[in-house]
């Protein structure tokens, strides 16, 4: 069968720096995306990795090994506004998504 | 900037009534989708459409059919609502050659309760 597991919630201090995991076990690849999702809001996309290695946009990274079938999302300088919760989906070899079921991230003061 | 609206954000339906869940989306996107979110487990796609009154079943149809009548609109019906129903359910759109390779926008959701 397909999964995607990642960490149901992980609390982290304002300012610092917190990685969030996702490891896959898909039919085909065809790409890693990670959403962000605020409690009461839509998912709005953060990144997509389709080749192994680092890609980094502003205060958010996204690393893929597609050999380990394993994803983390790094997210520096914490704010407050970065509580929400985390979506890792993969593309399959149908280009269909399956997603994890999503990290809840807590900042705290 | 993309929006896709979802007709409401709270809906409130007795079991076995016929439930419509309408969703918008103002850019010309061709792929349209409905997925519902409960939690503990991931977004599960419910039914998804690649062109106007074209259909796709995702993966778990059983109790919903959609209607795509507008290049902009796809409804989620609910033809005899019940309590397993209740959940948040998230409409999206994605352009054509990036379905399942590119961005999706989503809807803020219609979390719905069948009593």
């Known amino acids: 069968g397909q999964n995607i597991d990642q960490p149901t919630e992980m609390t982290a201090t304002e300012g610092a720096i917190v990685q969030i995991n996702c490891t896959y076990q898909t039919s085909g690849f065809n790409g890693l995306f990670w959403y962000q999702q605020h409690a009461g809001e839509a998912p709005t996309f953060l990144s997509y990795?389709?080749l192994d290695g680092l890609e980094e946009k502003g205060r958010f990274s996204s690393f893929l090994s597609r050999s380990k079938g394993y994803s983390y999302l790094l997210l520096k300088e914490l704010q407050m506004k970065d509580s929400a919760s985390y979506l890792c989906?993969?593309?399959?070899?149908?280009?269909?998504?399956?997603w994890g079921a999503g990290t809840k991230l807590i900042i705290k003061p | 900037d993309v929006k896709v609206t979802q007709s409401s954000r709270y809906l409130v339906k007795r079991t076995g009534e016929k439930v419509f869940l309408e969703c918008v989306q103002d850019m010309d996107h061709e792929n349209m989708f409905w997925y519902r979110q409960d939690p503990g487990l991931g977004l599960r796609l419910i039914y998804f459409s690649y062109d106007v009154k074209m259909k796709e079943k995702g993966d778990i149809p059983e109790g919903y059919s959609v209607s795509r009548e507008k290049k902009e609109r796809f409804s989620l019906i609910l033809e005899s609502a019940s309590t397993n129903q209740t959940s948040m359910y998230l409409c999206a759109s994605s352009e054509d050659a990036s379905w399942g390779r590119g961005e999706a926008f989503f809807g803020q959701g219609t979390r719905l309760t069948v009593v």
């Open positions: 990795n389709v």
């Open positions: 989906a993969v593309s399959d070899s149908n280009y269909q998504l399956i």
